[in-house]
């Protein structure tokens, strides 16, 4: 059965500082990960995927990932935080078939702060 | 439009009542997708459909939950019955077979159970 852990309910971070929001995974064959963010009253945003190629993706907002089949692991970091990152993010997994029906974690709530 | 468009933003109605929510995927997007968030948890697939047919359904939790989408475009999700645990932030989102894999979400529909 495929699932996602996010290990950490909270990450804290200065504004300026680099940050680390944890993802693990569990899935039949090969994955599609996906990172998504939301805003309190709003939509789930789409932040970055990975499908194939190079382990380190780069998305929205200066926002990357690391893949690491090894781990099964696909962190998600940014070099400098900002105060305007506060918010609810989400890791995502499918399996990669025709079913693209997303399993997801918990979410972490990241607050940075100035 | 240009994003994913979920009526009503709000719905509040008894226990034992009938309710349908409606979602309006991007224009042109193949698959539409429901999903359930209650608070503090994150999304729980429900449903997919590819076209007019529900490609997979078994997220439902039970036969009070049913959803369609006559003409491949607006699905409407429908809930008999209504128990207070039904209450949660009901998702749709939609993508497109270029689009590798990314599910774009609407705002949601906030189902309160009384």
């Known amino acids: 059965a495929q699932s996602v852990a996010q290990p950490e309910d909270q990450v804290n971070v200065a504004e300026g500082n680099p940050l680390t929001v944890k993802c693990t995974y569990s899935v039949s064959g090969n994955p599609y990960l996906f990172w998504y963010v939301q805003y309190p009253n709003r939509g789930l945003q789409f932040l970055l995927k990975?499908?194939?190629?190079d382990n380190l993706v780069k998305g929205s907002y200066g926002f990357e990932a690391e893949f690491n089949k090894s781990q099964t692991s696909f962190h998600l970091k940014k070099p400098s935080a900002l105060v305007s990152d506060s918010a609810l993010y989400f890791c995502a997994v499918s399996n990669a078939g025709n079913n693209r029906k997303l399993i997801w974690g918990l979410g972490t709530s990241l607050a940075v702060n100035p | 439009g240009a994003g994913v468009s979920q009526t009503p933003s709000n719905k509040v109605t008894e226990k034992g009542k009938y309710v349908e929510l409606r979602c309006d995927p991007i224009s042109g997007h193949t698959a539409l997708y429901w999903y359930r968030q209650s608070l503090g948890q994150g999304p729980e697939f429900l449903i997919y459909f590819q076209g007019t047919g529900a490609a997979d359904d078994s997220g439902l939790p039970n036969d009070r939950f049913f959803a369609v989408r006559p003409e491949g475009s607006v699905s409407t999700l429908k809930i008999q019955r209504t128990e207070r645990g039904d209450s949660a932030v009901y998702l749709c989102a939609s993508s497109s077979i270029a689009g590798g894999g990314v599910q774009y979400f609407g705002a949601g529909t906030r189902l309160s159970v009384l």
């Open positions: 990975y499908i194939t190629g």
